[in-house]
């Protein structure tokens, strides 16, 4: 099959943008080179009360929420921080990025677990995992712009700009 779209990281933001691509029509696959979502656990979990509502998941992942801090010195004085009202949440990964990998999936979104990324050839992307090496066709050419302000081997593919971006006042680069 050729996607529209490959998002390489099932982690929240693979799972946002696999999410906003499938939604908006387009075949989406997202592969993951762990074998489960969400694990290995990568990130304490803190996220502000915004970025936890840009994830679009229940209340479930949700740990505790945070108002406060405290935060200790080398030298052992302290400063306390108290906001009054929750200004973040941590939230238990595992549960939050499966959640996410869900709505994903159920707007569309298909997913290849332990499977790794490692090239691009013109329209095929490069992988390697449990099943060997794959050959995965994308069928946007123009959508394989190089970036150089990316410093990495995958994300210098910029975002194709015929996908219209959902948060006004914002545009793909």
Partial sequence: M???VIVIG????????AAECAGQGLSTLCIEEHGTIGYPVQCAGL?????????RVSERPVLTRVSGARVVSGLGSEVLID???????VADRGSLDRE???????SGAEFLL????????????LT?????????PFSA???SRWSPEYNCPFLPYAPCKDVPCRYPGRSIP
């Fill in 10 to 17: 099932a982690g929240p933001a693979g799972c946002a943008a």
């Fill in 141 to 143: 050419p123009h959508c």
């Fill in 128 to 136: 390697r995992g449990v099943h060997g090496h794959a050959e995965i």
């Fill in 47 to 55: 996220l502000s009360n915004s970025a936890f509502a840009e994830c």
């Fill in 2 to 4: 050729t996607y529209d």
């Fill in 83 to 89: 906001a009054k009202t929750p200004k973040a949440v």
């Fill in 100 to 106: 996410m990998a869900e709505a994903a999936a159920n």
């Fill in 114 to 125: 332990k499977t790794a990324a490692y090239g691009i050839r013109g329209t095929t992307l």
